[in-house]
């Protein structure tokens, strides 16, 4: 695939490098906030499966101000290495490690967070019935981490997949949350399962201590949770959110966009900075891969299969 028609067959990925993020998924965090109003008051935040660093970028960009307010913590945590962003502390660690959730917990320092965003993903295998149960794994460690720093009254965003076993999910994101919304920004594609539920105003019940068990892992919750039928059935709202005149994501837009401006081929902002491809590309460049004449871009590619 050419550089340009990675820009064309995909309006984000293009205006994310025009406008400085490392990943499109920054306008999906932006259009959340849109519609929830989520950086309100915010001055501690949490990321969670943080790299290439796109929403922390966001936060940091939204918080911070103009000013670059010290106030404003921001914890982003990915099992990845990633480049450093102003005003962001970061830990590498694995989300559903308790050690994980006790160094984050450190940095605040006993103080609470008012938001915790996830947009974590698992590497996709193909088998949408693994896929679907690896990422509600993710969603559950981030609640977990959640409970443990999130202020009552808070916040916390997390990419969901709308597989079947949701309802499951729905139900125990509502014991600790009075409000759980599924919302779907423009800029996540139609063709994905991939939603985000919005939690607001955290309000743990009476007397819960948090821990780091994960209920999925317990089979039974699922005959007790999922099967639930009538009105015991846990139905969330589900929400397009995004301006409707935003670009659509499942849409291929022409290159030149702005009859007054010509196209111009932009890098990607932040390219990977230890790519599981890198070998790959040594190899490459001393002639001793197969095919010779693979297609230029690596980094772009790279970044077009995480879909980020
Ligand atoms: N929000 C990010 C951004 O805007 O740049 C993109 C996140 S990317 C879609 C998903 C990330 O989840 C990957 O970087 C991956 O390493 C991370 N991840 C997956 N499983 C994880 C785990 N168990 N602990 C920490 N990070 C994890």
């Known amino acids: 695939m050419g550089r340009s028609s990675k820009d064309k067959r995909d309006i984000y990925y293009r205006l994310a490098k025009e406008e400085g993020w490392r990943a499109r998924s920054a306008f999906k965090l932006l259009q959340l906030d849109e519609e929830f109003n989520l950086f309100k008051g915010v001055s501690r935040a949490v990321d969670l499966c943080a790299a290439p660093g796109s929403w922390s970028q966001v936060l940091s960009r939204k918080l911070r101000g103009k000013d670059k307010s010290e106030e404003v913590k921001i914890v982003a945590v990915d099992l990845q290495a990633m480049a450093p962003l102003p005003g962001v502390t970061q830990i590498q660690g694995d989300i559903t490690k308790i050690s994980t959730a006790q160094e984050i917990i450190r ?17 996709v295998t193909g088998l949408h019935d693994v896929d679907e149960y690896i990422q509600a794994q993710l969603l559950l460690a981030a609640l977990n981490i959640t409970t443990h720093v999130l202020k009552p009254g808070g916040n916390f965003v997390a990419k969901i997949f709308r597989g079947k076993d949701v309802t499951l999910l729905y139900s125990q994101l509502k014991i600790f949350f009075s409000s759980v919304t599924c919302a779907k920004p423009r800029s996540s594609r139609n063709s994905s399962i991939e939603a985000f539920v919005v939690c607001q105003n955290y309000s743990p019940p009476e007397g819960y201590v948090p821990n780091m068990s994960n209920p999925l892992l317990d089979h039974s919750y699922d005959v007790d949770f999922n099967q639930l039928e009538g009105p015991n059935r846990i139905i969330v709202p589900f929400l397009a959110c995004g301006d409707l005149s935003a670009f659509d ?52 590619d790279a970044l077009s299969s995480l879909d980020l």
């Open 249 to 300: 994501s499942d849409r291929t837009y022409p290159l030149q966009l702005d009859s007054s401006k010509e196209y111009q081929y932009l890098p990607p902002t932040q390219p990977p900075i230890r790519p599981p491809y890198q070998q790959a590309c040594q190899l490459r460049k001393n002639n001793l891969l197969a095919k010779e004449d693979s297609p230029s871009g690596a980094h772009d």
């Open 107 to 123: 940095h605040f320092e006993g103080q609470s967070a008012d938001l915790v965003v996830c947009d974590g993903a698992p590497d």
